[in-house]
């Protein structure tokens, strides 16, 4: 239904002639509810609510439960779970062994690198100079050996490098590739022996990344990396300019913050490496399968058979020359 005033006209007064329209007519004629208009009015008339004692306790009390619970529950979820404080001590614990294992380990290798070399020097105490000399020239050539001499270090430096507009951490950081760039140039100038950060690079080097970590030879390194390379220096600082490397570094220098620089050293000592394990294989011995049947063979051409006619030699497409 809808409400009418008594003052209105008849034709003001008529019913909506659809019953969709009661809405429309609650709406335009009753926009405020019932409830909010009579909390208005008691506003206006100077009555405020009477709330009792008893249901602000209970109001109070039920704020009170519902904090301790959320607490408690909050609590419970960031408390660790036995079974998970269990795996975290058995894996601590295994790290731990594994350290001790691996140092182990390596003092073992140590001790018995140093046996290796007192045999060989009680191996060559009688050899020959040249002798000498010569596995002098080889170790120098394998890395195996150390070397000094006048040549050129090119330095590249991450560490505390602003960042231009639009880099990235990790691209404001020295990468492998970077490394590798910078390393073939120097070979490809005449280098005779690198290192980067005192870890000479021989034939089977290899210079990679794990993460943002460089390694050489599986050995992490941590800038600033300095590339150290024994040799003709004008042949190198050539190689680096002609290779476009040297473009390159300032390149970094410009887009990402990482300083780098090429200076030439009248003497430079690297550090041998100790000798490396080399592998080798070799094809097995090919074998018959005793499986597969043996082929027929015929009498060899220009022989005779038991009847004493000679055998065609067509079969194996050989001639008799007689």
Known sequence: MTDTRPDQPAAARRAPVDASMTLLNEVMHRPLDPGYAAAAARRAAGQTPHRGRTGTVALVALAVVLGVVTTAAAVQLRAPQPGVIAARETLEQEILERQATAEELSARGAELSGEIEQLQGAALSGASADVLDSLQEEGALTGTQPVEGQGVVVTLDDTGGGL??????????????????????????????????????????????????????????????????????????????????????????????????VTTQSRLDLPGRSAPTLFFAHAPETTVDSDAPAEETGPAPGTTDGSGTPSAPHETGQEIVE
């Open 164 to 261: 231009s507009s639009g880099a990235t951490d990790a691209s404001s950081l020295v990468h492998d590739s970077d490394l590798q760039r910078v390393v073939n140039a120097l070979w490809a100038g005449g280098a005779e022996a690198v290192a980067i950060n005192d870890q000479r690079l021989t034939g089977l080097s290899a210079i990679r990344s794990a993460g943002d970590a460089v390694l050489v030879d599986l050995q992490p390194l941590v800038g600033p990396y300095r590339v150290e390379a024994i040799g003709d220096p004008d042949a190198m600082r050539t190689s680096l300019l002609r290779s476009g490397t040297s473009d390159f570094l300032q390149l970094l220098g410009t887009q990402y913050g990482i300083r780098s620089g």
